[in-house]
């Protein structure tokens, strides 16, 4: 394979996966809708919904003993609601969607694993994990939503974002290694890894948070929604005041970037979409500390932390790639070799 076909090869790939893992943070946010909404359990089974492959649209399709059925089997209280069986069921359809989208990314891979043989084999690992996943949502459905196997489902879509951007990153090294970190900030990789701890810390905190508002949830009911609050314990308070260490943090790690490699770095770039994120992830979470936990909400409070795991992962893949690769021509890089100045002037996509 020659050059321009590398190139274009890789071109391909990074619209295919880019457009994946945006169909994968979609999904994240349609299972923080169906979680935020209680409609978890809008299909008692799996892979059917009330024993159909189109679930019902009305309690009258279905048997006159259906909740004896699934209180037999280990879900009482089963009561038939149109709007949170159908919610699950488009969730589940998103679900198959991702695996197609990801099926392909790793047939877009193929072309790229001579030129890099890394982005081949974390494409077709992050198709297995989608595998994987689709497993442990049946036993997520079968231990009828315990919370701490709702959050390892999370995890685990985190780890094919961090995946499939594992292999992004790899696509993007010509880019990055034509954009020199020469001049950067000595203190910057320092405070990258201060960055990812803090970040690492308030995201596990917040994981307690919302396996803690499932129980208040169980215990108070939906309508006592604004009285949650209250029943939180010490470690939410915790949760909420560190969010601004975590975005005083950034916003430091934004200064040392721009100051000394421009605006138009693209890691510059990242960093700014890191603190749009970050700010949606603060006004969402003052959202919910002081106005009653509205569901609506909640979706985008996860989201957001999502997208910050995300952009923080790329931006220590692709500082790593341009501090190691220097300015060297590779194979997706333009013919005429640009200095490390000129490049990050150029700001290359």
Known sequence: MNSQQENLSLQRYRRMAWITLAAVYFLIL?????RASGAGMGCPD????????????????????????????GYADTRFNVVK?????????????????????????????????AIFKASVTA??????????????????????????HML??????????????????????????????????????????????????????REMTDFIREAQGEELRSSWIEAMPWFFYVHRSFSAVVLFANLWLARLLIVSLGWQHSLSRMTLAMLCVIGMAVLSGATLGHLGMPALVQPT?????????????????????????GVEVTSDQPDTLLSGKAAAQSGGA
């Open 30 to 34: 349609v299972g923080a809708t169906v």
């Open 46 to 73: 799996w892979p059917t919904c009330f024993g159909r492959w189109i679930p019902p649209t009305s309690e009258a399709q279905l048997p006159a003993n259906y909740q004896e059925i699934y209180a037999e089997l």
């Open 85 to 117: 069986t159908w919610t699950e069921y488009t969730n589940r359809l998103v679900g198959v969607s991702i695996g197609f989208l990801i099926f392909l990314t790793a047939i877009y891979s193929w072309s790229c694993r001579r030129h890099n043989p």
């Open 127 to 152: 198709f297995l994990m989608v595998g994987f996943q689709g497993w442990l949502g049946a036993k997520v459905v079968g231990s009828n939503l315990q919370p701490g196997m709702i959050t390892l």
């Open 156 to 209: 685990m879509a985190l780890a094919i974002v961090a995946t499939l951007l594992y292999a992004v990153a790899q696509a993007r090294r010509g880019i990055m290694a034509a954009q020199s970190v020469a001049a950067i900030d000595p203190r910057f990789e320092k405070w990258l890894y201060i960055v990812l701890g803090l970040t690492v810390l308030q995201v596990a905190m917040g994981t307690q948070v």
């Open 301 to 325: 409070h996860l989201l957001a932390a999502s997208l910050l795991f995300g952009l923080q992962f790329l931006i220590w893949m692709s500082y790593r790639h341009s501090r190691d690769s």
